[in-house]
């Protein structure tokens, strides 16, 4: 029979327990204390004393409860540990001080060609020959390391990992080593299988929540229909992480996946880029270019923030949309290509229809085949794991144990707003994590500026008058808005004033296209 035991820390609460035990005629066979959890392990009773027992154990002072449980934490961790060992298909071996052998898995021991009882207490030296454990268990400074050994004719590379205990007084004591072995065969079976291209190409997105599960089963089924296909999102949701796992999922897997950003070139330098150009189209160019789509030709071409185009961009797009044909500038011959064309915009397009700086006729052919990538305050199941994965990934690339976060920690992250989404919270850990000393990421340790859903980024501390402030959230609010909203009377019908009196505030600010296309 086993007991847990809720108790508050006392002293001498485990005696008083013990005397109960005593009283009873009990044979203590274990004890434990674990996670600030009591546990008692002694031989089965008959239930009308344990019906005295219980009670009488709850009595004393700084019992909070006490119940039965099915096994010991060591009995867990112990089956937990010879699981993992039996599982393991490379051999492995635990040494105690002296370098005698005190455990084995069934891998080891085949190769050994002996039983665990034949091998236990046994020098390791009988059977790893190139490398003395003995000397280095005996060094001053004893690390992690890899070295080449032999057991039974084979070669191996044998990873060495220290046991240390602690001995109670901010120090440790040097236990034994684990010994794990890998063949030249099984390496090359992980790196085959680390280069195999991902069978589920989304399968690496954290979809927990409902609504990340919905945008990966329609982008799934959308990835293999050979027509453009729109992704909305807002900035660092995501666009072209997804982008790309529809071009790996699609039969266009092995060709090019050519990548451009509507809004980062000018449109000439835009269109040079797309479309390419003929011979001397350009002063000191005497030498045509392909452009981005003849270069993926058979393959897939993303065009990030597609809604920045200009509209002589917008007429060649769905020219190459209709028919598959374009011309270089400065050429007079079609160019046929085979593309599919991917796009993704932060913007309404609709809106940019109506506002007429977007063709109705591409919206309409772009808006066939859309998902949308939910944004990350929306993917509040996600968070934590997201979080995690970052932690791991920047551990990884620094070389250290993954720390884990407190309470306080997520709850932080799942009450955020997240304006930047999944972009802005893997920058946030990596800062975290790079800056990290303990095992542990706490609230504290997390930078993130002050943010209010309705006024956005909040200042820290307030300078200047009242109107001041007034002036610069109503720029702000402007800026923001402005791209979503160019035309002053969506803007005005949107804030709910004429719209003269917004003309006159975007005058004041100076916010206009011309402005607000490099803001």
């Given at each position: 029979?086993?007991?847990?035991?809720?108790?508050?820390?006392?002293?001498?609460?485990?005696?008083?327990?013990?005397?109960?035990?005593?009283?009873?005629?009990?044979?203590?066979?274990?004890?434990?204390?674990?996670?600030?959890?009591?546990?008692?392990?002694?031989?089965?009773?008959?239930?009308?004393?344990?019906?005295?027992?219980?009670?009488?154990?709850?009595?004393?002072?700084?019992?909070?409860?006490?119940?039965?449980?099915?096994?010991?934490?060591?009995?867990?961790?112990?089956?937990e540990?010879?699981?993992?060992?039996?599982?393991?298909?490379?051999?492995?071996?635990?040494?105690?001080?002296?370098?005698?052998?005190?455990?084995a898995?069934?891998?080891?021991?085949?190769?050994?060609?002996?039983?665990?009882?034949?091998?236990?207490?046994?020098?390791?030296?009988?059977?790893?020959?190139?490398?003395?454990?003995?000397?280095?268990?005996?060094?001053?400074?004893?690390?992690?390391?890899?070295?080449?050994?032999?057991?039974?004719?084979?070669e191996?590379?044998?990873?060495?990992?220290?046991?240390?205990?602690?001995?109670?007084?901010?120090?440790q004591?040097?236990?034994?080593a684990?010994?794990?072995?890998?063949?030249?065969?099984?390496?090359?079976?992980?790196?085959?299988?680390?280069?195999?291209?991902?069978?589920?190409?989304?399968?690496?997105?954290?979809?927990?929540?409902?609504?990340?599960?919905?945008?990966?089963?329609?982008?799934?089924?959308?990835?293999?229909?050979?027509?453009?296909?729109?992704?909305?999102?807002?900035?660092?949701?995501?666009?072209?992480?997804?982008?790309?796992?529809?071009h790996?999922?699609?039969?266009?897997?092995?060709?090019?996946?050519?990548?451009?950003?509507?809004?980062?070139?000018?449109?000439?330098?835009?269109?040079?880029?797309?479309?390419?150009?003929?011979?001397?189209?350009?002063?000191?160019?005497?030498?045509?270019?392909?452009?981005?789509?003849?270069?993926?030709?058979?393959?897939?071409?993303?065009?990030?923030?597609?809604?920045?185009?200009?509209?002589?961009?917008?007429?060649?797009?769905?020219?190459?949309?209709?028919?598959?044909?374009?011309?270089?500038?400065?050429d007079?011959?079609?160019?046929?290509?085979?593309?599919?064309?991917?796009?993704?915009?932060?913007?309404?397009?609709?809106?940019?229809?109506?506002?007429?700086?977007?063709?109705?006729?591409l919206?309409?052919?772009?808006?066939?085949?859309?998902?949308?990538?939910?944004?990350?305050?929306?993917?509040?199941?996600?968070?934590?794991?997201?979080?995690?994965?970052?932690?791991?990934?920047?551990?990884?690339?620094s070389?250290?144990?993954?720390?884990?976060?407190?309470?306080?920690?997520?709850?932080?992250?799942?009450?955020?707003?997240?304006?930047?989404?999944?972009?802005?919270?893997?920058?946030?850990?990596?800062?975290?994590?790079?800056?990290?000393?303990?095992?542990?990421?706490a609230?504290?340790?997390?930078?993130?500026?002050?943010?209010?859903?309705?006024?956005?980024?909040?200042?820290?501390?307030?300078?200047g008058?009242?109107?001041?402030?007034?002036?610069?959230?109503?720029?702000?609010?402007?800026?923001?808005?402005?791209?979503?909203?160019?035309?002053?009377?969506?803007?005005?019908?949107?804030?709910?004033?004429?719209?003269?009196?917004?003309?006159?505030?975007?005058?004041?600010?100076?916010?206009?296209?011309?402005?607000?296309?490099?803001?």
């Amino acid at each position: 029979m086993r007991l847990e035991i809720t108790a508050s820390d006392r002293l001498g609460i485990v005696q008083d327990i013990l005397d109960i035990l005593v009283q009873h005629g009990i044979d203590l066979r274990g004890i434990e204390v674990y996670q600030g959890s009591i546990y008692l392990n002694f031989p089965e009773i008959d239930f009308s004393e344990f019906q005295h027992l219980m009670p009488e154990m709850r009595r004393l002072p700084g019992i909070e409860d006490v119940k039965t449980t099915k096994f010991m934490p060591f009995e867990r961790e112990h089956c937990e540990f010879a699981t993992i060992l039996r599982a393991m298909p490379d051999p492995v071996f635990s040494i105690d001080s002296k370098g005698h052998v005190q455990t084995a898995n069934d891998a080891a021991l085949r190769l050994c060609g002996d039983s665990l009882t034949q091998v236990y207490d046994e020098p390791i030296s009988h059977w790893l020959k190139g490398f003395s454990f003995s000397r280095w268990l005996d060094h001053e400074q004893i690390e992690t390391l890899t070295k080449r050994v032999q057991l039974n004719h084979q070669e191996f590379l044998a990873d060495i990992y220290p046991i240390w205990v602690p001995d109670g007084d901010n120090k440790q004591v040097l236990a034994g080593a684990v010994i794990s072995l890998k063949s030249e065969l099984r390496f090359g079976e992980q790196i085959s299988a680390f280069r195999r291209p991902e069978s589920d190409t989304f399968g690496a997105f954290i979809s927990h929540s409902s609504a990340m599960r919905k945008c990966i089963r329609e982008a799934k089924k959308l990835s293999v229909i050979e027509a453009p296909m729109l992704i909305e999102g807002e900035t660092g949701a995501g666009k072209e992480l997804l982008a790309k796992a529809c071009h790996k999922a699609s039969k266009r897997a092995d060709n090019d996946f050519v990548v451009l950003n509507c809004a980062s070139l000018p449109d000439e330098v835009a269109e040079s880029e797309l479309f390419g150009y003929a011979a001397h189209a350009y002063e000191h160019h005497s030498l045509a270019k392909k452009g981005l789509f003849e270069i993926a030709n058979g393959g897939t071409v993303f065009l990030d923030e597609v809604g920045e185009m200009s509209s002589a961009l917008q007429v060649k797009l769905l020219r190459l949309l209709q028919d598959g044909c374009f011309r270089r500038i400065g050429d007079d011959q079609e160019v046929q290509v085979d593309v599919k064309i991917l796009c993704a915009t932060k913007r309404d397009l609709s809106l940019l229809v109506q506002d007429g700086t977007f063709r109705e006729d591409l919206f309409y052919r772009l808006n066939v085949l859309s998902v949308k990538i939910p944004p990350l305050r929306e993917r509040k199941a996600d968070i934590i794991s997201l979080a995690e994965l970052y932690i791991r990934k920047v551990s990884q690339q620094s070389g250290r144990a993954a720390p884990r976060m407190s309470k306080a920690c997520q709850d932080y992250l799942l009450q955020y707003p997240w304006p930047g989404n999944v972009r802005q919270l893997e920058n946030t850990i990596y800062r975290a994590v790079s800056l990290l000393d303990g095992d542990e990421m706490a609230r504290e340790h997390v930078e993130l500026p002050a943010y209010a859903s309705d006024l956005g980024y909040v200042e820290s501390e307030v300078q200047g008058t009242l109107e001041e402030s007034i002036k610069r959230f109503e720029s702000s609010l402007l800026k923001r808005l402005y791209p979503s909203y160019p035309s002053t009377r969506q803007l005005a019908k949107k804030l709910g004033l004429s719209h003269t009196a917004i003309a006159n505030k975007l005058r004041e600010y100076g916010i206009n296209k011309k402005t607000m296309k490099t803001y």
